[in-house]
């Protein structure tokens, strides 16, 4: 056990040192803990066909039902928010804010820079507008300052950082890096050959992010297929279903991903399962998924000025993917 302990921890720093300087064009931070770096997968092919620039003519968050919920700050500041206190994500002061919704036992820990562009009230909304069976795979939310909006999600932990003025498709997205990962090498969703056969054997994918490798494209199919959810099987304007039917019929035959267990109008969301990090308690019986009417279609001046995936977005990985993929 020590010595698998002290294997994981070495292949980590020797990943650190490797891919912490500079990677795909950004000069990236070396006082994480663990470096920052895009995932060392392969491109999607180009004869995948993206169905959009990105997800600016949608967006989900009036579609998504609030959870309610009770704030309580915390009078310290945990160890994991500290830690970037004075460095580059947070160079000022940081709030921590323990956020209990109703529908969901355990609260989450949201860190907030001081100069953070979301209010905390926002940064609460959203979050609890992330359906509750993809939201207690979450670990720690950062909510952090930035011109430049992105994201990026610690695989190993479920820490989700948001830099920036970042829309719900971002954080669903970022919440699906932590569901495909949270089961580590027992089940990773988008390393498996469903998934990978599924992308061969269709013609496109959602968007231009989609296509930098699988595990992208499978963040951003989950925000698609939760659109669909909520909009009775539709999808967004402008997007068809029959060149990424592949993609939407393996998405389907994850558990998670059907109404009861994502919203979790049953109580058979709590199921135990490993890698859940906020186990919901007995949910409200009285809690209905809706549906909502389908978007109109977006006029070609619709402009949305929120965090999008196209700004860039950065997958934490450390040596998880090394273990899981054996790269
Ligand atoms: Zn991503």
Redesign the pocket.
Known sequence: MRFSLLFFLSWTLCFSLLFSSFVDGHLLPRNARIALAELPLPSLPSNLRPQATDFSEFDLEAALPPASNTLSQMPVLPTNCAEYVGGPECPSSMTATAVTYEDCGDAFTVCRCDNANMTLDTAVDRLGRVPVGLRRFVGTVFVLENNATRAYTNLSTGDIHLFGDCAMDTWI?EAS?TFDFAFFSDFVPSNTTGWKQAIADDSCVPDSYSLRNRV?DF?QMSVLKIYMLLHSGHLPPGFESACMSHQLDFMGTLPLYNAQNLFGNTCAINDGSFGVRKPPVVLDEGRVFMTVPLDPTPSPTATNSACRLKYG?W?LWGAFLFLIFGL
């Open positions: 997205h890096h992208e963040a977005e997958t």
